[in-house]
């Protein structure tokens, strides 16, 4: 390795190279930042950055470039060629990782910087910026045929306690996996779940769902969780945990992973007849929300179910609602009805 350069171990990005000398400056510095910086983000976070900073570092090393040279040119250069192969969406991702790496070890770098935002700006006029991919919401009539088209085996079991808490509760697929049998709680008129962690709440201050039962036997999350519990067992630990290729529960392997949330959601929209591909585990949290604005539920009753913090963001399930309410072609189309008007 060369002389002017020395390793900084940070927990977010591992090993970083910095320049010998600025190295003295950062060194004490970095222990304590990388367990901080560790804490502030998401888990999915984490990990995204890791691979962004990765294939950064393998591309400067293959040109005799430094990656924590603070060089806005070097990016550049980086981010025209990465945009072979990625969206734009996913370069800015590259970006945050790029500038992240460069903070944690006090190196000073401008993500503005002109001919950073010059040739981000450039390659988006160029490519475009493809339309974000909302999942479909799953609406009642769908939650239904979905969890009425589980099978009755243990996986199945599971899978339905996973739909149904993830709906009522409006949870996120990451929220879901990290829940232990401890967060469950039984009430008179539902469930309570205690959501320790999340995107909105990085801090861990923790946050607690209640979710009703229904009169409805194939939807009631309380039966469904009774039910998912009676296999489980009552012990400590994850609240839902993995099954192998063949559906067999497997507790050995632990708690189950967000991707597996997807999974289970479009297994279980495919066994109904509904197209998978237009769901996600996002579908379970968005399904609740949309399901409420049709029901003309309040904004700030929905953001408390869901814990946005934005009512930006909340809103656009009140907005999708709204399309069809009140709408004025209904009025022109419906009057149709009655054949044209005489003389016509």
């Not at 940070?10 to 004490?28: I, K």
């Not at 990990?47 to 924590?68: D, H, K, N, V």
Request: aromatic share 6%; with cysteine.
């Amino acid at each position: 390795m060369a002389a002017d350069v020395i390793v900084v171990e940070t927990g977010l990005f591992g090993s970083l190279e910095v320049p010998g000398d600025r190295a003295e400056a950062v060194r004490d510095i970095a222990a304590r930042a990388a367990a901080f910086a560790n804490r502030a983000r998401a888990f999915n976070t984490i990990a995204t950055y890791r691979s962004a900073w990765s294939a950064y570092t393998i591309w400067c090393r293959e040109l005799g470039f430094l990656p924590l040279a603070g060089d806005p040119q070097v990016v550049a250069l980086y981010l025209a060629k990465a945009a072979e192969r990625l969206s734009v969406a996913t370069l800015e991702v590259h970006l945050g990782a790029i500038v992240a790496a460069h903070r944690a070890v006090g190196v000073p770098i401008d993500r503005q910087h002109y001919l950073i935002r010059s040739v981000l700006e450039g390659i988006a006029r160029s490519k475009g910026r493809r339309p974000t991919r909302v999942a479909a919401p799953i609406l009642p009539d769908i939650l239904i045929r979905m969890v009425d088209s589980l099978p009755g085996t243990p996986k199945g079991v599971r899978d339905r306690a996973v739909i149904l808490l993830g709906f009522g509760g409006a949870l996120r697929r990451s929220e879901i996996v990290a829940l232990d049998r401890d967060d469950l709680e039984f009430h008179d008129r539902g469930v309570t779940v205690t959501i320790r962690r999340s995107k909105t709440d990085q801090q861990g201050g923790g946050q607690t769902v209640a979710v009703y039962g229904s009169p409805v036997p194939a939807i009631d999350v309380v039966a469904a969780m009774r039910a998912w519990l009676e296999l489980r067992g009552e012990g400590p630990g994850p609240l839902f945990f993995q099954a192998d290729g063949g559906g067999t529960l497997r507790p050995d392997r632990g708690r189950l992973a967000g991707q597996a949330v997807a999974r289970i959601v479009k297994a279980a929209a495919a066994r109904a007849g509904y197209d998978p591909a237009r769901f996600a585990g996002h579908s379970l949290r968005a399904g609740l929300a949309t399901a409420a604005a049709n029901q003309d539920a309040q904004l700030h009753d929905i953001m408390r179910q869901t814990r946005h913090k934005n009512a930006d963001v909340a809103r656009r399930y009140i907005r999708d609602a709204e399309l069809w309410r009140r709408n004025v072609s209904e009025l022109v189309f419906s009057a149709g009805r009655d054949g044209p008007p005489d003389g016509g």
